[in-house]
């Protein structure tokens, strides 16, 4: 299990900088830690992968304030928790994609009622719940955390570069390891796509037609 301190400690060890005992203590690296928390770091972190401590299921209903003009019947509103789409679906079990939508703005729309999605949600009981960050996760973001303080720290911009390019290895670790403890999913695909999708299965039919 972390906190905010924890990782705010994390973040300094790998900076080389004592650790703080409160997350009040007047100190510049404290501020410059405040500073990247505040301004979307969780959100951030969240959406480096598809992690399973931070998945949410939901049905939706369409939104009762926007009637689209033309199109799709029906918008539905993105919810305030989410960071990272990780399905759209026709059922309450999430094993039938829903193809046929767009995204504007912070709708997603479609001809279909309800539907069924599943994200990675920054909610308190779900990805914003930093005691259930996993280890590997939580290294990351320290790391992270740590490359967006260090050149204020040390006016060096090349520790700062080792360390961005050491929290991506690190997030992209942790994103295999999180996906191995998944069932195999596929994401959804958008109208266009499954368009394209479509007419390439078609187009093959065909020229094997010909060549028959």
Same mark, same amino acid.
């Given at each position: 299990?972390?906190?905010?301190?924890?990782?705010?400690?994390?973040? /300094?060890?790998?900076?080389?900088?004592? $650790?703080?005992?409160? @997350?009040?203590?007047?100190?510049?690296?404290?501020? @410059? /830690?405040?500073?990247?928390?505040?301004?979307?770091? &969780? =959100?951030?972190?969240?959406?480096?992968?598809?992690? /399973?401590?931070?998945?949410?299921?939901?049905?939706?209903?369409?939104?009762?304030?926007?009637?689209?003009?033309?199109?799709?019947?029906?918008?539905?509103? !993105?919810?305030?928790?989410?960071?990272?789409?990780?399905?759209?679906?026709?059922?309450?079990?999430?094993?039938?994609?829903?193809?046929?939508? $767009?995204?504007?703005? %912070?709708?997603?729309?479609?001809?279909?009622?309800?539907?069924? &999605?599943?994200? &990675?949600?920054? =909610?308190?009981?779900?990805?914003? =719940? @930093?005691?259930?960050?996993?280890?590997?996760?939580?290294? +990351? +973001?320290?790391?992270?955390?740590?490359?967006?303080? !260090? $050149?204020?720290?040390?006016?060096?911009? =090349?520790?700062?570069?080792?360390?961005?390019?050491?929290? $991506?290895?690190?997030?992209?670790? +942790?994103? %295999?390891?999180?996906?191995?403890? %998944?069932?195999?999913?596929?994401?959804?695909?958008?109208?266009?796509?499954? +368009?394209?999708? %479509?007419?390439? &299965?078609?187009?093959?039919?065909?020229?094997?037609?010909? !060549?028959?």
């Amino acid at each position: 299990m972390t906190s905010r301190l924890a990782l705010f400690n994390g973040a /300094l060890l790998e900076c080389g900088e004592r $650790k703080l005992t409160s @997350l009040t203590e007047a100190r510049e690296p404290r501020r @410059l /830690l405040d500073q990247v928390w505040d301004t979307g770091f &969780v =959100d951030y972190c969240l959406g480096q992968g598809q992690w /399973l401590f931070a998945k949410r299921s939901r049905q939706l209903a369409p939104s009762t304030s926007i009637t689209p003009a033309y199109g799709p019947q029906h918008a539905y509103e !993105i919810p305030n928790d989410h960071v990272r789409t990780t399905g759209l679906w026709l059922d309450e079990y999430c094993t039938t994609p829903l193809l046929d939508y $767009k995204i504007e703005a %912070s709708h997603w729309f479609t001809d279909v009622e309800p539907i069924y &999605v599943t994200y &990675v949600s920054n =909610d308190a009981l779900y990805g914003g =719940d @930093l005691g259930s960050w996993p280890a590997e996760f939580v290294r +990351a +973001a320290e790391t992270y955390l740590a490359g967006r303080i !260090i $050149k204020r720290l040390t006016q060096s911009k =090349d520790d700062e570069l080792n360390l961005l390019k050491k929290a $991506k290895m690190l997030f992209l670790e +942790a994103a %295999s390891g999180n996906a191995m403890e %998944s069932p195999t999913t596929f994401p959804p695909r958008g109208s266009w796509v499954a +368009a394209r999708t %479509s007419g390439g &299965v078609a187009n093959r039919g065909k020229r094997n037609s010909l !060549i028959g």
